[in-house]
């Protein structure tokens, strides 16, 4: 297929095309990382000088996208407090505090409560009622990727281009490999320099992620879609009879009835809702700071 099959267009071309709101799903139970940090979710737990979670905040200020909705539950309260409570952000992460009083007077930010913690789709659609007819970006906040922010921002400027929903894709680098899982498999095509359609999203197997050929891209959890996404989750929610409602039938669906795209990241990706990942992640902090000074 030729780039001109795409029908580009820009977001000067299409105003109220580019996304305006970020949903970050952050009410999962996260068990496996309470072997880390028991009283902590995991959004919350320290990666450099603030929490994981605000990398996801920055990523949206990053592509001006100033309306936040935070997915939660009653058990994820903290989250709620660090971001609206000074004292509470000043006591945990100190040395955040400045850049989160910036993001607080740039950005609005709102919580949603689910009620049952039944997977990221679920959680997902809580914000339906208020993203309405617009696109919208999704950052699951145990996705970090340096350097950051700035994943955003790239991802926006292929969706405004090709007006097609896209997903980041990231290299499975030594950095990074052990604390990958065996999920965000894809076919893809090159369609233009860093950009690919994706041609099949390959269900998440057991164990960890074993490429089946050198230099395989791996998706991971950044994203913009339309707002077919809403429509999506509520066609195929009566089918998920048993586990977490999670993504991977909607990018399916989506590949069925629109097209998805994926743009490689020059970066380094961790994946720090495991314990060997945020490891990985801290390790790989450590090194670059010491390096910096």
Known sequence: MKIDDLQLTTCKESKNYAPKYLIIPAAGLGTRMKS?????PKEILP???????????????????????????????????????????????????????????????????????????????????IVGSHSVAIVYPDNIYFPSPGILK????????????????IDVKEENAAGL???GKVDIKCLNENVFR?????????????????GELRSCAMSISGSHIFEYIERLRHAIK?????????????????????????GTFFDIGNPKGYELCLRYLERRNHLIS
């Open 36 to 40: 880390v940090n028991p009283d902590l």
């Open 154 to 169: 790239m991802l926006k400027s292929v969706y405004c281009r090709y007006k097609t929903d896209v997903i980041a894709l």
């Open 242 to 266: 048993d586990g977490e409602f999670t993504d991977f039938p909607i990018h399916n669906l989506t590949l069925k009835e629109k097209r998805f795209l994926g743009y490689h990241l020059q």
């Open 181 to 183: 899982s065996n999920s």
């Open 47 to 129: 990666v450099g000088d603030k929490p994981a979670i605000q990398y996801a905040v920055e990523e949206g200020l990053s592509a001006d996208i100033k309306n936040i909705i935070i997915i939660i539950s009653d058990q994820k309260e903290i989250i709620r407090r660090y971001f609206e409570d000074i004292k509470v952000s000043k006591k945990m992460f100190p040395d955040a505090l400045n850049k989160l009083e910036q993001i607080k007077a740039e950005c609005s930010i709102t919580f949603l409560y689910q009620e049952r913690q039944l997977g990221e789709s679920d959680a997902i659609s809580y914000a339906k009622d």
């Open 198 to 214: 994706i041609e099949k999203f390959i269900h998440k197997g057991k164990g960890k992620f074993i490429p089946r050929f050198k």
